[in-house]
């Protein structure tokens, strides 16, 4: 099994920037591919990006469309860490933060989340 550990939430002005921490540890050596998501008030949890194994021994981010370049996916292969850096935070951005890490067979696993909180 897999445990997701998310770290680096808190309260924050509008237009200042958090780092998001995920560390993954458990029966896994090393990441793989890491989601993460967020989950507004209210709302249901949406998708924010992946890094994901490009087959040359990197790695490579992707993000939805609605994120529109304020969010950068990065990860330390050594602390066994993925990160997302939010830049220009807005209030909508307020949320429960989650990373993922996605299995072929079964439903993965979750971390607990962390409180990202924008004030305007």
């Known amino acids: 099994q897999v445990q997701l550990v998310e770290s680096g939430g808190g309260l924050v002005q509008a237009g200042g920037s958090l780092r998001l921490s995920c560390a993954a540890s458990g029966s896994i050596l090393s990441l793989n591919v890491i989601d993460w998501y967020r989950q507004a008030p209210g709302k249901q949890r949406e998708f924010v990006g992946r890094i994901r194994p490009n087959g040359f021994g990197g790695f490579t981010p992707m993000y939805d469309r609605s994120v529109k370049g304020r969010f950068t996916i990065s990860r330390d292969n050594a602390k066994n860490t993925v990160y997302l850096q939010i830049d220009s935070l807005k209030p909508e951005d307020t949320g429960v933060y989650y990373c993922?890490?996605?299995?072929?067979?079964?439903?993965?696993?979750w971390g607990q989340g962390t409180q990202v909180t924008v004030s305007s």
């Open positions: 993922y890490a996605p299995v072929d067979s079964g439903a993965g696993y």
